[in-house]
């Protein structure tokens, strides 16, 4: 059974990021004191809180691969919420070095100031990229073997491992969640920035990665993290997998003619052609929800409805910044 | 589909450990020049070939953390072994670092060579610690999720993501094997190693820890290496992941009665009780094993057989030291 909740801060590594910013909002509106750890190489300064909203924050802008920046923080804290990652997953198959850094090494740090200083309560944002290219849809969180084709997703199970092993060798309770693909403000990569991108740049045509059929769930941001939430309200059991994401797919062609539509409707789609648009991509991806669902968790927003939001809050910043 | 198979020396890190010098006296059998890697710090320079047997080996005293010191060894090589590992369990959960150190970041390491070098198999010895504590027995390679108890099975499930990101990103094979208790002749750990000193220091009496119902399969270290063979012959798949064992299990009572009677049989046990030996211990192993029955191998010797023939041999090598 998991340990009776303690109060005191909750800390948010990557908390500078696009779902780690919609985290610390969150905690801070449930009236936690929130700590957030950020290098700000892939995060922004803009996103943390400000003003009213900051009065229960504190920010350290550190590495998690530099514990001793950090570290004290933990002490007495309620929780943590390792969320810092490397955000690009295509950059690891050129420099595989990368996701052992950011992913594992750093997660095995995180991990180490948690039990170092009994920290109760472990959230970490693993990846549907740990399931491969399963054989399975929707895939439930029992499907095996897991087979990752990215080192993003390898260095996710990889850290999976060591969350599980820690919470049943040192006390911790653990809440892992396998995202779909997460979309909403504050975002820095991924197929809608690509494609703004790319527009931007050429404005006849678009060029997209593989044949366009490949197909998967985008989730909104702070449906996201209301899916911690709930997760870490309800779930009893002293490892806690659930997927997050939503019950539809939405294809890569789709989401160019909603990309190009956005942008005023005159660029052509070029295909590269192939089934899986870069090395280590996952062609076909839907999450089984089912779980989080009998928890009381459920998305508001279909794939295409959380698309659509995005597109529009994209195009209209890139308006107002030009 | 695997590629083709290439003529070349086969790596064995680990090669002077328990498991890695069967599999190096198995590969050279075949007529398999052989090329073992081993730091000497848990594997032993006496359990390499020596004489005629030693004539198509090498051998490269490192650590596989290490890479410059043994990385020119992978050009031109058929396949690699990846064994080496931390052989003591229970150090982990004391010492953290040791299985991110040993497992995880050696096995990058051994996996970048491989990939540099476009070494087209790759076998990795993971281990039935990755399935924690299962609900489903005997455990099939399809069980999920998996949460490893120790940071030895931990770090085991780690490579195992690393392993099938490299496969599918660089273009390797993966052998994946998920191993029971391997005994046999020149281990250095484990239940019947701690029995044997525990008698040696106190012949009246046998502490067990735990209650003795802990109940785990036991496969000989050749047939192990067999099972691997047979595995690398006819698995065809990009990523093969095979659970090896035996289809029955010996409690750990039964264990600590067979070495008291090989011991001359005056001993009582001590049971410290609990249903956990130690943290991160799994109580209750047995690994479903038609995968890897459907290729053709087949463990000769039941569990009780496994531990009464090692138990033989342990009794007689150390009548010979005294």
New interface residues.
């Given amino acids: 059974m998991a340990p009776a909740h303690r109060d005191g801060p909750a800390i948010v590594t990557g908390g500078a990021g696009a779902i780690g910013s919609a985290a610390v909002r969150a905690l801070l509106a449930r009236g936690v004191e929130v700590c957030a750890i950020d290098s700000l190489v892939g995060g922004r300064k803009e996103h943390l809180p400000h003003g009213a909203e900051a009065a229960r924050f504190s920010f350290v802008e550190s590495d998690v691969r530099e514990p001793t920046a950090y570290q004290e923080r933990f002490r007495g804290a309620a929780e943590i919420w390792h969320l810092a990652a490397n955000p690009d997953i295509r950059r690891g198959?050129s420099d595989?070095r990368v996701d052992?850094e950011n992913g594992?090494?750093a997660t095995?740090h995180v991990?180490?100031c948690a039990?170092r200083h009994d920290v109760p309560r472990f959230f970490f944002s693993s990846s549907s990229a740990?399931y491969?290219l399963p054989t399975v849809f929707p895939t439930p969180?029992?499907?095996?073997?897991?087979?990752?084709?990215?080192?993003?997703?390898?260095?996710?199970?990889?850290?999976?491992?060591?969350?599980?092993?820690?919470?049943?060798?040192y006390g911790l309770t653990a809440f892992v969640f396998r995202f779909a693909n997460i979309i909403g403000p504050g975002m820095t990569h991924g197929v809608l920035i690509d494609f703004f991108d790319k527009l931007r740049r050429d404005p006849t045509t678009l060029e997209v990665l593989g044949d366009g059929h490949q197909a998967k769930s985008y989730l909104r941001t702070d449906e996201c993290v209301e899916g911690m939430l709930v997760a870490g309200d309800r779930a009893t059991d002293r490892?806690n997998?659930f997927n997050l994401g939503t019950t539809d797919r939405i294809s890569v062609r789709e989401i160019a003619e909603k990309v190009i539509a956005a942008h005023g409707g005159r660029a052509r789609i070029a295909y590269t052609g192939g089934e899986v648009g870069w090395?280590?991509d996952v062609p076909q991806q839907l999450l089984a929800i089912d779980k989080i669902g009998h928890l009381g968790w459920h998305p508001k927003l279909t794939s295409a409805q959380a698309i659509d939001r995005t597109i529009t809050e994209i195009a209209d910043a890139r308006k107002c910044a030009r």
Same sequence: chains 1, 2.
């Fill in positions: 198959t595989p052992l594992t090494v095995f991990l180490e039990r740990v491969g969180e029992s499907y095996g073997p897991l087979e990752p084709r990215s080192l993003y997703g390898g260095h996710k199970l990889a850290a999976e491992g060591m969350v599980a092993a820690y919470a049943h060798s490892v997998v090395v280590g």
